[in-house]
């Protein structure tokens, strides 16, 4: 099973390029989020989308934008990159239909370095 | 809002000591607890989970038990190996099932 799959792993930007990291998961969940982890920070969540169509803000959600483009794709966009958005970002999932508190899966992250 | 304060880190132990790691919680409602395990390099993987008040988590020799009255889920083990070195996040959820995660404790376990 793929579980949760992000693109890329790994990235470089410079000040003020755009770009797009990917997420899609194989388990029919109707949540998906993302997060940033920094050191010392834990993790923090950016945006989450409860299901298809919807969207909502989490707790650091300025400089990105999200797009849930079906049930199994949540993706975030950086605009404008800049060095504070340096991070390592995850993407989850959680909740088959008509459950509730269920555990996340996780995916194995992107690393992003914005110079 | 929600949060979750985990103690801070980093700890260091030797192998076969007795780990525990604490952390409480502030909630509305009854939220769901867990447990999650991050190892170097990659994504956070679920390690145990409390649905409801007095509800025991336990998996790979970890235990955790969802206190309550002291709003608490201390995660603890009887005997650490050097494979359970990792950062273990403590966290909560409930409602639209956000995660909110307290900030990790990064355990190193020496040989």
């Known amino acids: 099973n793929a579980g949760v799959t992000q693109t890329p792993k790994f990235q470089v930007l410079k000040t003020g390029q755009s770009m797009t990291l990917q997420c899609a998961q194989d388990?029919?969940?109707?949540?998906m989020y993302w997060y940033r982890q920094d050191p010392g920070m834990g993790l923090r969540l950016i945006y989450y989308?409860?299901?298809?169509?919807?969207?909502d803000k989490g707790e650091v959600p300025n400089g990105y934008n999200v797009s849930r483009l079906n049930k199994r794709e949540f993706s975030l966009r950086l605009e404008s990159a800049a060095p504070s958005q340096t991070s390592v970002y995850f993407c989850?999932?959680?909740?088959?239909?008509?459950?509730?508190?269920?555990?996340?899966?996780f995916g194995q992250g992107t690393r992003l370095t914005v110079v | 809002g929600d949060s979750v304060t985990q103690m801070e880190g980093p700890v260091t132990l030797s192998e076969e000591a007795f780990l525990t790691i604490n952390c409480t919680y502030t909630?509305?409602?009854?939220?769901?607890l867990f447990w999650y395990v991050q190892y170097p390099g990659e994504g956070l993987q679920l390690l145990l989970k409390?649905?409801?008040?007095?509800d025991k988590g336990s998996n790979k020799g970890f235990e955790a038990t969802y206190r309550k009255e002291t709003t608490s889920f201390h995660l603890e083990k009887g005997s650490v190996q050097v494979s359970d070195s990792a950062v273990y996040f403590c966290?909560?959820?409930?409602?639209?099932?956000?995660?909110?995660f307290g900030q990790g404790t990064r355990l190193t376990i020496n040989p």
């Open positions: 989850a999932s959680s909740a088959p239909s008509g459950r509730m508190n269920t555990e996340a899966f």
């Open positions: 966290a909560l959820s409930q409602g639209a099932q956000k995660l909110v």
């Open positions: 989308s409860a299901s298809e169509g919807t969207t």
């Open positions: 388990m029919n969940h109707n949540s």
């Open positions: 409390a649905t409801k008040a007095d």
């Open positions: 909630a509305t409602g009854y939220p769901s």
